[in-house]
């Protein structure tokens, strides 16, 4: 068990291309026109770069209890 990358949508303006999709150090997330972005979580290493980054915090690290 460990942390893993989740989005909270009503967080998320979703007017604007999402800034911290640039600061993915491994191309985890993308982005298609103004949606909320999406995880990619075969390349995420939740390092925490975006959710840091993430002005609204609508990008957050949270345990996986999915599992």
């Known amino acids: 068990m460990?942390?893993?990358l989740k989005i909270r949508i009503e967080n998320c303006p979703q007017n604007h291309k999402c800034p911290a999709v640039n600061v993915c150090p491994v191309g985890a997330l993308?982005?298609?026109e103004f949606e909320?972005?999406?995880i990619d979580y075969e390349?995420?290493?939740r390092c925490g770069?975006?959710?840091?980054f993430c002005p609204k915090q609508a990008l957050f690290?949270?345990?996986?209890t999915e599992e």
Do not use: R, T
């Not at 690290?61 to 996986?64: A, F, G, S, Y």
């Open 61 to 64: 690290l949270d345990d996986d």
């Open 49 to 52: 770069k975006c959710s840091n």
């Open 30 to 32: 993308s982005q298609k």
């Open 36 to 38: 909320a972005p999406k």
């Open 43 to 45: 390349k995420c290493i």
């Open 2 to 4: 460990g942390k893993k």
